[in-house]
C-alpha cells in the first residue's frame, strides 16, 4: 500500500503517489470503465487525485464527474486536488492565452469545478502558474471566502518562485499547504534554486509532475546515456524498471516530493507505487544527475 504524508504542518493528509489526471481524454475510457480504473488505484492507496480546469481543453473534470455521479461512494476514499489561472484559447472569449488570478475568477473557477467533479468540496485548490498581473491581496481574499463557505479546505500554488510563494504566504491567516513543481532527472533546476530549500525549511512537501519528463526520457535521444545509466541502477537495485528508478530518484529528495503519475494505464501506476520499496544509495543518485546532465558536480 502507498504511504500516506501530511503535506504541510496544517495538513492535509495525502497520498505519497498522486493520481494525474491531465491526459484523461486521451485514455478514451467509458465513465464506468474511469470507475473501475479510480477503484484499482484507490485500491492500491493512490487516493489523491490531481486536476486542473483546463486540462483537456476544459473537459476532463467534467469527465471525472461522469465516473463519481455513477460511484458517488468513492468520493469518502479520495482527496481532490484541483488547479486554475491559467485561459487558454479552448475557449471562445479568450482570443490569447493568459493568466487570470482575480478574486471573482478563482472563486467561480473553483465553484465550477465543484459542479463538473460532483462534489461539494475540493480538498486543495491551487494557483496554476504565476501572474505578473497577481495582485495577493486579492488572491487571498478569494482563498478565504472559499474556505469559509466549506468549499475549499485547503490551499497552495503550482510552479512559484520562492518569493512569488513567500509574497502570497505574507497575506494569509493559514499556511499554504504545497507548490507543485516540475521535478525529474531531465529538469533539475528546481534542485539548487532555492524552491525546494524554501519548501524543507517550512516543513511542507511538494507535489513533483512530469517526473518521467511527459515521455522526453524515454523518446529523446539526447538522453540515452541516462537511460543507460537508468539502467544500470535498476539492475542494481533489482528493480523491474527504469521508471521505478526514477520515482525512487525523486523520492530521494529530502524535501519528500509526491510524485504524480499521468498514466490511464494501472501496470504503470503499480510500477510507480513499487518505488517505495527502492532505497537507492546517494551515489546512485548522483551518477543519475550526473547522466542527466552531462556533467560531474563542480
Not at 473537459?59 to 486554475?84: D, N, T, W, Y
Amino acid at each position: 500500500m502507498v504511504q500516506r504524508i501530511t503535506l504541510a504542518p496544517q495538513g492535509p493528509e495525502f497520498s505519497r503517489f498522486v493520481m494525474g489526471y491531465w491526459r484523461l481524454m486521451d485514455w478514451n475510457m467509458s465513465p464506468r470503465q474511469l470507475v473501475g480504473f479510480i477503484e484499482e488505484h484507490l485500491d492500491l492507496g493512490v487516493t489523491t487525485v490531481d486536476h486542473a480546469d483546463i486540462y483537456g481543453g476544459y473537459q476532463c473534470e467534467a469527465a471525472f464527474g461522469e465516473a463519481m455521479k455513477l460511484a458517488p461512494h468513492l468520493r469518502a476514499r479520495m482527496e481532490i486536488v484541483s488547479k486554475c489561472g491559467i485561459a487558454t484559447t479552448a475557449r471562445a472569449e479568450n482570443a490569447i492565452g493568459h493568466y487570470i488570478t482575480d478574486r471573482d475568477h478563482i472563486i467561480h473557477s473553483a465553484e465550477q469545478s465543484l459542479k463538473h467533479l460532483a462534489t461539494d468540496h475540493l480538498d486543495l485548490l491551487l494557483i496554476h502558474r504565476p501572474d505578473p498581473l497577481m495582485d495577493a491581496d486579492e488572491v487571498a481574499e478569494a482563498f478565504q471566502t472559499l474556505h469559509q463557505s466549506g468549499k475549499v479546505r485547503h490551499f497552495g500554488v503550482s510552479n512559484f518562485t520562492p518569493s512569488q510563494f513567500s509574497l502570497l504566504q505574507s497575506r494569509l491567516p493559514f499556511t499554504l499547504a504545497t507548490n507543485q513543481v516540475e521535478i525529474s532527472p531531465v529538469h533539475q533546476p528546481l534542485l539548487l534554486d532555492g524552491t525546494l530549500d524554501q519548501l524543507q525549511q517550512l516543513r511542507i512537501h511538494p507535489m513533483a509532475w512530469s517526473c518521467l519528463g511527459g515521455g522526453r526520457l524515454f523518446n529523446d535521444e539526447a538522453f540515452q546515456p541516462l537511460r543507460d545509466e537508468l539502467a544500470m541502477v535498476a539492475h542494481e537495485m533489482n528493480a523491474a524498471s527504469i521508471e521505478e528508478v526514477v520515482y525512487a530518484w525523486v523520492l530521494r529528495l529530502p524535501s519528500k516530493p509526491l510524485p504524480i503519475i499521468g498514466s490511464g494505464k494501472i501496470e504503470r501506476v503499480r510500477t510507480a507505487v513499487a518505488a517505495q520499496a527502492l532505497h537507492m544509495t546517494r551515489q546512485q543518485w548522483f551518477r543519475i544527475r550526473k547522466a542527466a546532465l552531462g556533467y560531474d558536480v563542480p
